[in-house]
């Protein structure tokens, strides 16, 4: 498929559906190609090659939408497409917020990203780098059996037009590899995982530490006690405390702000979290897993800090729900083929502070968290009520796992409770460094 085509193929669309009535439309195309293969203790698993692509057109009549997506490409299939998007649109509901966004609005210029790696590794290489990541954990003391060994990768193509002008494709690929490692038998058995994604094959971290890190994790976790209920100080490892600040990012999405429904509905302009919290976004990132040049709606994409300082300092806004909050849009939309557009950030980091993780807890007794169950978040409220697992830490010094045991609190309190090491580490889509959390309730035996 090369790339002006698409865009003739959708800006054709759009002219279709505009002589068939529609006032306004957009369309998108989305198209994908991944390999993955999973080896467990030897022998493949899973050797596994998918493509596919889906176009959804959005039209507009006054006040009245519609979408349709369809995954069949031929010209009297589009044609069917654009007659039932119409007909659809004439009898939807009226939405005073709905539409495309205005010439002046969009992307005029945007940075072509580098996130396309033009090599498309075969089979033998991702077999060969799942192979490294099991043989290193296998061949750990104490690693007693594999749950499997992973690799893939893939590459995208998306475009979009709309009939206000813009027009925009961009291209992107993924490489990754995991491993999950068990340890101990019988009902004393522990497993642990380890992973890593990149755009670009030489970004990726080594399978033999990957392989490493997924065994010595699985063999620590052996053994863990129970706690008793307690107050204490929890650290949240850096694989979970991006998921943590990440809650905020639901509680400053428009729409949520627009039904009154977020804990943060009032607190625009005003501190969240501590002082030592300053949350980033970058969509212009260089080779970024979340890097995009323009949102869905085709308006720019800009870096900026959501939290500055603890200060919550905008809303995720796509055109409608800036619409109705009366407030201009902040280039935060993203959609697929079938449903319309909804707000979602890019590249996201916790700066970090000035202390090592060690120094956060030094000379304390604290819970250490590794892993979160369950999905104990209240966005209205802001309570929070997770399982976890990880170690206690005892006069600042790991000394045993731990496991079986909830921690709650509410996330306004918590936000305003944390302290960031310095051991950042760009490796996910939301990137933090080791959390301090003080005054959580910890719900044990």
Known sequence: MTTPPTLDLLSDLIAKARAAGADSADAVLHHGVSVSVERRLGQIEKLERSEGQDLGLRVFIGQRQAIVSSSDLRP????????????????????????????????????????????????????????????TALAYQGVTNSDGASAGWGSGYSALVTSAGFAGENRSTWHSISMTAVAGSGTGMERDYDYTSALFAEDLDDPVAIGRTAAERAVRRLNPRKLDTAKVPVIFDPRVAGGLVGHALGAISGPSIARGTSFLKDKLGQAVFSDAITLREDPHRRRGL????????????????????????????????????????????????????????????????????????????????????????NGLTGDYSRGA?????????????????TIAGNLKDMYRAITPANDLELKRGIDSPTLRVDGMTLAGR
């Open 76 to 135: 009297d299939a589009l044609t069917a497409m654009v007659d039932r998007a119409v007909a659809m649109a004439r009898l939807a509901p009226e939405d005073p917020f709905c539409g495309i966004a205005a010439a002046d609005l969009l992307a005029q210029d945007y940075p072509i990203l580098d996130n396309f790696d033009p090599v498309e590794p075969d089979i033998d290489t991702l077999l060969a780098r799942a192979a490294a990541a099991e043989d």
């Open 389 to 405: 697992a990880g170690f206690w830490i005892e006069k600042g010094e790991i000394a045993y796992p731990v496991s079986e045991i």
């Open 290 to 377: 979340r890097s995009r040049p323009y949102d869905a709606e085709g308006l720019p994409t800009q870096a900026r800090a959501l939290f500055d300082k603890g200060v919550l300092t905008t809303w995720l806004l796509d055109l409608r729900s800036a619409r109705q909050l009366n407030l201009a849009p902040t280039g935060h939309a993203a959609r697929g083929t079938s449903g319309p557009p909804g707000p979602s950030a890019s590249n996201l980091i916790v700066e970090p502070g000035s202390r090592s993780p060690q120094d956060l807890y030094a000379g304390e007794s604290a819970l250490y968290v590794t892993d979160l169950m369950g999905q104990g978040v």
